[in-house]
Every structure is written in structure tokens, then in C-alpha cells.
């Protein structure tokens, strides 16, 4: 029996609703990565873009437990001194809530160029609008 490879031509790519309201961050975020890198297929190949494109609803409606909404800080640095500049999660809630998503999916994924390539498949919205009806978009349940 031969091992089959996976080609990146004949792999069907198929796109995902996820609603996240009143889903915890880390757990929304842990399923959305691993169908954006395809871990849920039986030929999925660690070098290969063998997932899926995810559309996430409700973004703005993802919980936090305990005090994370205080707590957990965001930095960003611009390699300046004196530019180191913090966000906590309630701010970036406040401000975007999809980047705070999008943030913690791209923790979840490898640091290489695949995980860019990726993370651009992933489009969260604040609310339940969203420009995608045109791709036939699959259900997906948190569980």
C-alpha cells in the first residue's frame, strides 16, 4: 500500500460558519485553528494548507472567564524606545472585537509561513452580518 500525498490542487476546501456568542475565547480559538490547518481531515499533511476557510460571527459576544477582562494585557512595540504600548482585553473588545479573535487564533497556530498563509482564511465579524453568502457556508457547532 502506497502513502498518499495530498496535492494542494485536489484538496476541497470547504468554508465554516462558527458562531462564538457566549462561547469562552480559548476554546472558540483552539477549534477555529484547527480547522483553518486542517487537522479534522484524514489527509491532513503538517507542510500543506489542507484546511478550511472559517467565518466567526458574534465576535463581540466571546466570554472571558474570571478577571481576564482586566488581566490579560495585549503589547505591541515598534522596536523605538519608549513605544512599548498595552492593551487590555477589554480595550481591544471595546475597540475590535474580531482583532481579539483573530489574535488568539494566530497564537494557536505554528510560527512559519504557513501559519500567514492560514490566519488569512480566518474572517471574524462583530456581529451576525457578514459579505460571505455567496460561498455555501457550512454550519460548524462549538461543542
Do not use: C
Not at 503589547?75 to 481579539?100: I, N
Amino acid at each position: 500500500m502506497k502513502t498518499v500525498i495530498p496535492n494542494p490542487e485536489t484538496i476541497d476546501k470547504k468554508w465554516w460558519l462558527v458562531d462564538v456568542a457566549n462561547q469562552p475565547l480559548g476554546r472558540a480559538a483552539t477549534r477555529i485553528a484547527t480547522l483553518l490547518r486542517g487537522k479534522h481531515r484524514p489527509q491532513f499533511t503538517p507542510y500543506l494548507d489542507t484546511g478550511d476557510h472559517v467565518v466567526v460571527i458574534n465576535a463581540d459576544k466571546v466570554k472571558l472567564t474570571g478577571k481576564k477582562w482586566q488581566d490579560k494585557v495585549y503589547f505591541r512595540h515598534s522596536r523605538y524606545f519608549g513605544s512599548l504600548k498595552a492593551t487590555t482585553a477589554q480595550e481591544l473588545l471595546e475597540k475590535d472585537p474580531a482583532e481579539l479573535l483573530e489574535k488568539a487564533v494566530k497564537g494557536m497556530l505554528p510560527t512559519n509561513k504557513l501559519s500567514r498563509k492560514l490566519i488569512r482564511k480566518l474572517k471574524s465579524y462583530k456581529g451576525t452580518e457578514h459579505p460571505h453568502q455567496a460561498q455555501k457556508l457550512e454550519k460548524f457547532t462549538l461543542s
